[in-house]
DNA sequence: GTTTAGGATTCG
């Protein structure tokens, strides 16, 4: 007589669940927002699963009890429920908490011990399941990309929102909407924290350990929803902080230098898994980062090589008059880019805000993302240019011109490039001109030929000059200091394709298509956006009696692989 | 015994 019940457990793979049953399913999490309280008596938690099926199903948790709610850290970990409901809802399988669910959740790690982590006091585990938990890690392992999210403070970008692992050293009230959380994770921002005002005597925690640590601690402010479970955080412990906002704010101060610093915030509600994790010291990621911080180097967080303008003992470092920020671009921030330079590799970075207060004409290196562009439909902006417009050189002499006028006279028109999807071409020859041909394109909207008063229409012109196509288009670029308008005009350098051939091809046109998309992807915020790294020069324009400074990109070519 | 939320960033 035994007495465990000998339970043989049946696990249904996602593809073959049925609404009104009762299941027992494994998973690698796909997506999860930490237990947090709901508008009901419960705690709540919403985990998408996968297998090897393919098939994702997303969960509802509820318990009046925190504990016994799934224990995921990270996207990645494989969880095994039992007793789980499936109902449908939108047409699809959606899981709930039944009566008797329990959970318990594994490390997703290929070759990290097979420990459960469970609120269950006893659980039944076999052989079996240790092989369906290493399956499913062998799975995950080419079909789940690791986490992205998992990021030091020494990586984090302005406008970015990472999952931090950290140490909670001090916490403190703000006024009822927000929280005041200080931690650190042993490496230093590449911007300083930006430091939130308080009411003295209220901040909890060791003062003496705070200021020694300086620079190395962070100011998070939390909100709504976050501020009472920030409230109950104990000093000293770990955390695990999802979905944390970071903001670089320029802030001017009375010497009229230029203070860059970096703002932490973890806004209100559970989208995207906003929420706080206290890790336990069991946690391997918690002993990674009790190293980092043993190993942290407290005397760097003091910047004694920055001269700071203010004598307050928090003041951020002032950006020179040069904008050079070089001391907090710290060389191991750095990010892949969608854009690289073809030259001047050697120059240092310069934040937007700073260039944006500077006389042209001047050169600079900037990193930033494509907030927005214009013309969005990409045959409005191939354009013909005329470079000798743009140089300074002599107008030909009389007797030159007719030789050259006869020259062009003679020259047959291309009619490769007439009559394409993107334009209709019309040959106008010449009655008193020995029946020269011109050839003038009516560029159309949509395949829809426009009104003439709205059409562009482009002439293969009149002999002097070769015309030179030409990208003509505006980015508005955003490095999250600053926004920044730039001109591009590339025949073939920036998209590495000649813009004489984009109008008659259309895989070189989706070629362009596809890179704007992925510059400034539609449907996603610009934090998502990839970097790009360019080199601009600003230049003076007279505009009758007003001057403005414009910017121009050059020198830059989208990244090869993305090519 | 029911409700909660039902993935899909704030705007401080």
Known sequence: ??????????????????????????????????????????????????????????????????????????????????????????????????????????????????????????????????????????????????????????????????????????????????????????????????????????????????????????????????????????????????????????VNSSSQASLLSLEFHLHGGTSYGRGIRVLPESNSDVDQLKKALESADLTAGQRSDVVCQSEHEDSFPALSSSGSVSLYEVERCQQLSATILTDHQYLEKTPLCAILKQKAPQQYRIRAKLRSYKPKKLFQSVKLHCPKCYSVQEVPHEGNLDIILQNAVTQTPNTKLQNTSLYDSEIWTTKDQGGRKVVVHFVKNNGILPLSNECLILIEVLGIVPLEYVFVMTFTLDDGTGVLEAYLKDSEKFFQIPASEILIDDDLQKSVDMTMDMFCPSGIKIDAYPWLECFIRSYNVTNGMEQQICYQIFDTTVAEDLI
Request: aromatic share 10%; glycine share 6%; net charge positive.
């Open 1 to 250: 007589m035994s007495l465990v019940p000998a339970t043989n457990y049946i696990y249904t793979p996602l593809n073959q669940l049925r609404g009104g049953t009762i299941v027992n399913v494994y998973g690698v999490v796909k997506f999860f927002k930490p237990p947090y309280l709901s508008k009901g008596t419960d705690y709540c938690s919403v985990v998408t699963i996968v297998d090897q099926t393919n098939v994702k199903l997303t969960c509802l948790f509820f318990s009046g009890n925190y504990e016994a709610l799934p224990i995921i850290y990270k996207i990645g970990d494989i969880v095994r429920f039992h007793r789980l409901k499936i109902q449908v809802y939108k047409n699809e399988p959606q899981g709930i908490t039944s009566s008797g669910f329990a959970s318990l959740t594994f490390e997703g790690t290929l070759g990290a011990p097979v420990i459960p982590r469970t609120s269950s006091k006893c659980f039944n585990f076999t052989a079996e399941d240790h092989k369906m938990v290493e399956a499913l890690r062998v799975w995950a392992s080419t079909h789940i990309s690791p986490s992205s999210t998992l990021v030091q403070l020494c990586d984090v970008q302005p406008m970015q929102y990472f999952d931090l692992t950290c140490q909670l050293v001090g916490k403190a009230e703000v006024d009822g909407a927000s929280f005041l959380l200080k931690v650190w994770d042993g490496t230093r921002t590449p911007f300083p924290s930006w430091r939130v005002l308080i009411q003295d005597l209220v901040l909890e925690g060791d003062l003496t350990h705070i200021h020694r640590l300086q620079n190395l601690t962070i100011d998070i402010l939390v909100y709504d929803n976050h501020v009472r479970v920030a409230r109950s955080l104990k000093v000293g412990s770990f955390l695990r902080i999802y979905s944390l906002h970071t903001k670089l704010q320029s």
